[in-house]
């Protein structure tokens, strides 16, 4: 839920805990920029719980590097060491990277204990902090390891955006552009009327409030999709919109010692992929044009050769979402009007290309 009382809303939760068993996971960053907040609003709790819940806080360092089995064991020694029991209750503070991975310690911690999620990037808030995915990057494959398990609960608190650095909004962002073009074009015209620069640098109350409103249907929207088929079985495919050619360069660009945030990546995706849905479905080129021009004037284009399309189609057909050996997308009819488990020859994935590294 979104909230602007983190205290109210951590408070009653406490209280269904014991208090000497709550604990902390967060990465370095956020240690820095959302425990001091966190602290100071639980500050009326007394300074014995929060000394405690000092004491109780593990720090890993930023980074997905550090989303591995390594810092999965570190999680468990330290509650180990700190006499975590079942009782225990874990709260993830932190980006997607900290809910992932303290998701996945906390549900087999003992057999599993619960952890509630406060995120605070905003990926973390629209993509990864609900929806139970929970896990870590094992030989450097992304998320191949984890389990789906609930949050308790999600808590979503926006102050704690105000120190995010400007690429990771925008990652947060792409995600909330994703959602709009899968849901309606009520959404798409709302989200399209955002100012985003004035939103990210120095947003009004008014603007505050809107995207506050767009921030909540965002996360409905993602709700509807996932809360039908958990597992992904069929329509949370839905949410994979603009992933599967987005995954590919995000792994290309790794590859290549280049990495972006994943919403870029996701961005660039969509835009391949309303492309393959205009040539295959009819989707209009004017809403093509509208994320084209997003990118070009926030996100920017990304550059990669002919020589590197082999490479992007087999990282493609390497995803863990496809079935048969076939590329499965997720492609618009129009906005609001998704298909899922279409595929496209190879020859239609290469046009694609070739459109979206030359704008
Ligand atoms: N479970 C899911 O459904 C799901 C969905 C999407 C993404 N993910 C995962 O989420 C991760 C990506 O999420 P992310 O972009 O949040 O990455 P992240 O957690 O690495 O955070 C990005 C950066 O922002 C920093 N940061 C966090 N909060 C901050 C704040 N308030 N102020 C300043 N800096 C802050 C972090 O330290 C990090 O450097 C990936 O591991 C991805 O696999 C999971
Ligand atoms: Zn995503």
């Known amino acids: 839920m979104v909230t602007d009382d983190i205290f109210l809303e951590l408070h009653t939760l406490i209280e269904r805990f014991d208090r ?7 990465d370095s960053n956020a240690a820095t920029h959302c425990v001091p907040v966190l602290m100071e609003e639980l500050s009326d709790l007394g300074a014995p719980f929060i000394q405690k819940l000092r004491d109780h806080t593990f720090i890993l360092p930023a980074g997905e590097e550090h989303k591995t089995l390594d810092s999965v064991c570190r999680i468990w020694d330290f509650l180990i060491s700190q ?11 932190g980006g997607g990277m900290i809910t992932d991975i303290g998701g996945f310690a906390a549900s087999c911690y003992q057999r599993g204990i619960p952890f509630v999620n406060i995120p605070t990037t905003l990926l973390a808030i629209v993509d990864a902090s609900e929806g139970a995915k929970t896990g870590f990057d094992y030989h450097g494959l992304k998320n191949q390891i984890g389990l789906f398990r609930e949050a308790l609960e999600t808590i979503v608190y926006p102050p704690f955006l105000k120190t995010l650095p400007r690429e990771q909004f925008l990652s947060g962002f792409a995600e909330m552009l994703k959602h709009a073009l899968i849901a309606s074009p009520l959404e798409w015209d709302r989200i399209l009327a955002l100012d985003i620069d004035r939103l990210y640098r120095h947003p009004d109350e008014r603007l505050k409030e809107e995207f506050s409103a767009i921030l909540t249907r965002s996360l409905d929207i993602k709700r509807y999709f996932y809360e039908i088929d958990p597992e992904e079985k069929d329509m949370r495919k839905t949410l994979n919109f603009g992933h599967t050619i987005g995954h590919a360069i995000e792994s290309r660009l790794i590859e290549r010692g280049e990495p972006q945030p994943h919403g870029y990546c996701v961005l660039w995706g969509m835009i391949a992929e309303l492309y393959i849905s205009h040539a295959q479905l009819g989707f209009p080129s004017q ?39 076939q590329i499965n997308f997720t492609l618009l009819r129009n906005i609001g009007n998704p298909f899922i488990n279409r595929t496209a020859d190879d020859e239609l994935i290469r046009e694609a290309l070739d459109y979206l590294f030359s704008i």
Do not use: P, W
Not at 20 to 26: C, D, F, G, P, R
Not at 83 to 93: D, G, I, P, V, W
Not at 310 to 319: E, G, K, N, S, T
């Open 20 to 26: 000497e068993q709550i604990y902390i996971l967060t």
């Open 287 to 325: 809403h093509l044009a509208q994320l084209v021009q997003i990118a070009k004037e926030y996100y920017g284009g990304i550059l990669f050769s002919c020589k590197d399309y082999d490479r992007l189609i087999a990282l493609m057909r390497h995803d863990k979402k496809n079935n048969g050996g």
């Open 83 to 93: 006499h975590a029991t079942r009782q225990a209750l874990l709260l993830n503070l």
